[in-house]
């Protein structure tokens, strides 16, 4: 009986056990699946959850309701990967020895690399949104706050989900404007990068949402500490960006399991090849959604293309075969602009976010890169598609694993 | 578009960044950085080695990374690059700048 070991039940690992279920024969395989944490998070309902459009009921779930049967599931920390040894070490002294090993494990926010960052303002005045906790903070924070400025913040790059704080601050300003409190708002986007937008075709496409929106842009920030006494980040230019409500986005980091085994690269990310989804120090070492170092965004969608891609070559190198070069680091997301709308952008290593319909040429019925209530409802309705198709391994009908040119203006018409 | 660097025609987008990376050498990086009033002394030139290196890796430039890698101290480079030193020193280097998917 051969092992394949799927290190966490995230987006990316439960994909992973689903597809591989029905693919590897059962009496030749165990596949088994290992998370510390029982609960599932829905993480794109985050965005929502401080401005009570989700409830909290609606972005979490029991994780193990996902996992298919005849994969063996535990709840259990890891402590540790010994590749040379082919097994991994829980907490609880478990041994698993694994023919093959699936690193599914994520990133996560570590706010404790900012000076003053995590201090006695955490959850006070400074709040992120990329945890359930945060989220929720900060929801209980805006139903009673009266206002004054509000600084959506990155941290470094790269971070997952890279469109949320702007996406953040679009939802912020139409917060405020329902409540009737706009005007006692102040929002500043600050990023380390030299603008909101950075693509030239996305930038020319959505400044307008900036100005429209009032919301001003502090660019090349690249914060050092935060002076949590004066209410104010500060970085490594001695620039200074004053705030009242501090919402940022912490340093994105893999897991610590990374760091310990010595898999990691500095952040904590396992190199791996970005085309084919193997390790590239370990042959029957595989990685698939956040926990990787490839160039590709970590997003939930691209892990939902890589699990297609990664599905096949694993089945590939059981049989000996040569892996394919598959994935071309393509990405499918909504971004809500507010008010009821939103954008829809599909994209991938070498095709920047352009305008156009999707999936169908001319009819869509999606907008690319444009504004519409349909791309809206296309993104809560993903949340359906989300707990119902893609954690189960079901393909998404008409949207290819990897990134089709149909119905793109890839050339400018001027 | 096009644009003489050096005595000879270079690749570069509407910001003035190399198109293509296979163009460029230290002369070509050399004139970039006088054009931004930079003078390039070994320590420029030992940055500039650091980020094409990221670069060639495809592995993400930050200014953490920078300090991490012991390169140089943070306060140094934004002397040696003032005004956006990720922004001025990818340029100079031939590399594209720091960028999200949008």
Redesign the interface.
Known sequence: MKNLVILGAGTSGTMMANHLVSSLPKKDWKISIVDQFKTHYYQPGFLFLPFDIYTTKQVKKKGSKFLPKGVSYIQEKIDLIEPESNKVLLADGQELPYDILIVATGTKTVPE?IEGMKGPKWYKNIFDFYTYEGAKALRDKFRTWEGGKLVVHIT???IKC??AP?EFAFLADSYFKNKGMRDKVDITFVT???GA????R?TEA?HYLLEEKDIKEV??F?I?RVDHENNKIID??DTEVEYDLLVTVP?NMGDPLLERSGLG??LNYIPTN?ATLQSTDHENIFAIGDAT???A?KAGSVAHFEAEILTDNILRYINGKELKEDFDGH?N?F?ETGGGKALL?D?NYTT??VEGTFPFPGVGPLRLLKESRMNHMGKLAFRWIYWNMLLKGVPIPFVDAKMSEKGKQLEKTQ | MKKIIADREIDV??EGYLVDFNQWDKEVGRTLAEEHGISMSDKHWDVIEYLQDKYQK???L????IK?SGVIN??E??SLFPG?P??KSTLIAGIP??????
């Open positions: 690399e470094e790059m790269p890279p469109v702007l380390p990068l030299d937008f950075t693509k030239p996305a959505l660019t090349d690249n050092e490594y230019a340093t690269d500095d970005k170092n490839i160039p965004s990405a997301c971004i952008i994209f920047e976010p | 987008n509407e495809e592995e993400p930050s200014i953490r990374g991490k943070i306060k480079f934004y956006g990720l922004k700048k720091p960028k999200s998917c949008i």
